[in-house]
């Protein structure tokens, strides 16, 4: 009973350390890495894919997906699966239990949660308001969580005090957990109720690129470049320039005077990265966290300060709880703000001085790519994959090892030797089919094999694109998950000198030839031996098989996009998806006109417009631009295919010219819209 009792008091002081924390230091919205530039290079770190930083823990994601963390675990935010209470942890914990390989992580105030390889998010530690998202009974715990259900795949999380958002594949946003101050952005009342499922998405007016969770408010970065917040508006966070108001619903679009980059928060401030790599932020500025400048305490504000005097161009930025960082472009980090325990990374004694201008350059010898930090610390992943971190370690969250120190230089490498990675150079991938020739409605079985030769485990993703010219009637994977709407086969891990097989069971649809292509999109890009650096990410394998179905003689189809050739009917799909679609294997008759009455010249005209505007938009560069070139092309094919019908109730085509061009308007605008989704790729 006495051990019980004080196993309690102990869970209680921690407990109480973690909402002390969230009311005077804050705690970490901004728990996503700040990558910056969405173009980043597919060259990634050996080591750590990944990182992620609450108020007093920090998680890292290993190249294999795998994510282990490290820090207080006083609500199981460390995802061991021990108990609740945990000990301290001040080197990575056991590997989190979540079935298949993360692909982004982020970290609130004292939980943790991971979006998974099929799209879902699973979470973990602290529940007192839903922040879990699980729709079950608020209630810690140190495993993941059932995932939430949010409707659709996810791109992007991020995780505040008490509450946790996600961004979807349409663009929408959703979040779930406290409602104090509106921050889950649903238009309800202040205060809302706390809800342990997504809450209805934010009103945004237009689909999201990147969202940020600070201590109480949440923000957006929307796809014209405007950045827009909801929630605790106490102090000027929400960035709006009225009167301080808190909010449920989206505030007006913060006057940034040029598109934003990327975003980053902390407890009660928010910091833009702008196109040109400047950094402007505002919210409270009583530890110089704004970085304009001025005295300290300074003036906090509800418009956005003055740019901070960085030199080089930022490529990144993170908040911290009232401090905040920048990755320049020359590799180097930079801090500022409060400076309590060592977090600014100057090397100065601690504590330090608080500064409202960048301190000194952070000292580790090399560049660093990503940043993001907690409640009082900084990690940083360096050029060479290893993760270095600096600040408070009062609870083991530098990862370092023990003792626990403050420091206010970069501590030693965190140690992460059980990520059981492998180079993609060691994983085959191939592919057999069952038939290299079929009838059309035959079945065919197309059989994929994935080897590792490597010297650890290997947990992967491979892409699977099956040609449109085949029907998927089943699909059979021996190890892992396959996922028929997003052609992903997420591969639990494979031992060395070992080998799982996806089998697909597919029909002919139609004549021609149709290739299926697989690729290893997820692998490691760790080195198991003892030659580093010698990856290259174009090793990732690629496979393919090819059925033919013999071609048709007959010609009766008309090809939409030149309208005066008659072709035949399984050479008329067009490519608007991308690569690796099936190219026809028929030849081209000569063009002769449509049999019956030729198209009338306003359905040609609405179809060869349709067919210059999609070839236009394929060869532009995604922009805005490249969208309303795609909605107008969508427009265009409907208006053609309203046309054709009035046309084909008056007899005036012929069945055979009426079918093909039909079925290709319909094809053409459901492609067109399944791109403004975000559901297909571009052309």
């Keep these: ?99 298949q390989a993360a692909r982004a992580i982020t970290a609130g105030s004292s939980h943790t949660c991971a979006l998974l390889a099929d799209g879902s998010v699973r979470c973990w530690g602290f529940d007192s308001a839903g922040q879990l998202g699980d729709g079950a009974p608020n209630a810690n715990t140190s495993m993941p969580s059932t995932a939430v259900v949010l409707g659709q795949a996810t791109r992007a999380i991020t995780a505040g005090n008490g509450h946790t958002c996600a961004l979807l594949a349409d663009g929408s946003v959703r979040c779930w ?32 690129r990147a969202i940020m969770a600070g201590g109480d408010f949440t923000c957006a970065l929307l796809a014209d470049g405007s950045v827009r917040c909801w929630g605790l508006d106490t102090l000027g966070q929400l960035g709006d320039g009225a009167p301080n108001a808190n909010t449920s619903a989206p505030s007006v679009p913060v006057a940034l005077g040029q598109a934003a980059r990327a975003i980053a928060a902390g407890t009660n401030h928010t910091c833009a990265l702008l196109a040109d790599g400047i950094v402007r932020c505002w919210g409270s500025d009583n530890f110089g966290q704004l970085g304009d400048g001025g005295p300290i305490p300074g003036t906090d504000a509800s418009t956005p300060s003055i740019a901070v005097a960085l030199g080089p161009a930022a490529h990144a930025i993170t908040g911290g709880g009232v401090f905040t960082c920048a990755l320049l472009t020359d590799g180097s980090v930079r801090c500022w703000g409060v400076d309590s325990s060592g977090q600014l990374g100057d090397g100065g004694p601690i504590p330090g001085t608080n500064t409202s201008a960048p301190s000194t350059a952070v000292a580790f010898g090399q560049g660093a790519r990503a940043i993001t930090a907690g409640g009082l610390h900084v990690c940083a992943l360096l050029v060479d994959g290893t993760l270095r971190c600096w600040g408070g370690d009062g609870d083991g969250q530098l990862g370092d090892g023990p003792p626990a120190a403050n420091s206010s230089v970069p501590a030693a490498a965190v140690e992460l030797p059980a990520f059981g990675s492998v180079d993609s150079a060691d994983l085959s991938l191939t592919a057999q089919v069952s038939s290299a020739s079929a009838a059309a409605e035959d079945a065919v079985t197309i059989t994929l094999t994935l080897a590792n030769a490597g010297v650890d485990p290997a947990s992967t993703t491979v892409t699977v694109l099956l040609s449109e010219r085949l029907t998927l009637v089943v699909s059979t994977p021996a190890q892992g998950t396959y996922s028929a709407a997003t052609g992903l086969w997420n591969i639990n891990p494979i031992a060395p000198a070992a080998a799982t097989t996806l089998t697909l069971t597919a029909e002919a649809a139609s004549p021609g030839s149709a290739l299926t292509t697989a690729e290893v999109t997820d692998s490691s890009a760790q080195d198991p031996d003892s030659t580093p650096g010698n990856h290259d990410p174009g090793e990732d ?78 060869v532009k560069p995604p922009g805005p631009a490249r969208i309303r070139k795609l909605l107008k092309a969508g427009r265009k094919w409907r208006a053609a295919g309203r046309l054709l019908s009035k046309r084909a109730a008056k007899r005036v085509l012929t069945p055979e010219c009426v079918t093909a061009l039909a079925a290709d308007y319909t094809d053409a605008a459901n492609r067109v819209s399944l791109v403004l989704q975000g559901e297909a790729a571009l052309p």
Excluded at 2 to 24: D, E, H, P
Excluded at 184 to 199: K, M, Q, R, S, V
Aim: with cysteine; proline share 9%; glycine share 12%.
């Design 1 to 99: 009973m006495l051990a019980q009792m004080v196993s309690a008091l102990v869970g209680a002081a921690r407990l109480l350390r973690v909402i002390l924390a969230a009311c005077t230091l804050g705690v970490v919205g901004p728990a996503d890495v700040a990558l910056g530039d969405e173009n980043e290079s597919a060259d990634r770190p050996r080591q750590h894919a990944a990182i992620a930083a609450g108020t007093f823990h920090t998680c890292a994601l290993g190249a294999d997906g795998s994510v282990r963390c490290w820090g207080d675990d006083s609500v199981g935010q460390l995802g061991d699966g021990g108990p609740i209470p945990g000990p301290d942890a001040s080197a990575p914990a056991t590997t989190v239990a979540l079935g």
């Design 177 to 208: 957990g406290r409602d104090s101050s509106g921050q889950l952005g649903d238009g309800g009342p202040i205060p809302g109720t706390d809800a342990n499922a997504p809450a209805t998405a934010v009103a945004l007016g237009q689909a999201a």
């Design 541 to 618: 394998d690629r496979a393919s098989a090819v059925v033919t179905v013999p071609c048709a003689s007959a010609c009766t189809t008309v090809d939409p996009c030149h309208p005066q050739a008659c072709i035949e009917e399984e050479c008329l799909a067009r490519d608007l998806t991308g690569p690796a679609r099936a190219s026809c294997a028929c030849q081209r008759p000569t063009p002769v006109p449509c049999a019956g009455t030729a198209p009338p010249s306003k359905v040609l005209a609405a179809v060869g417009k349709a067919c210059s505007l999609l070839d236009a938009a394929a």
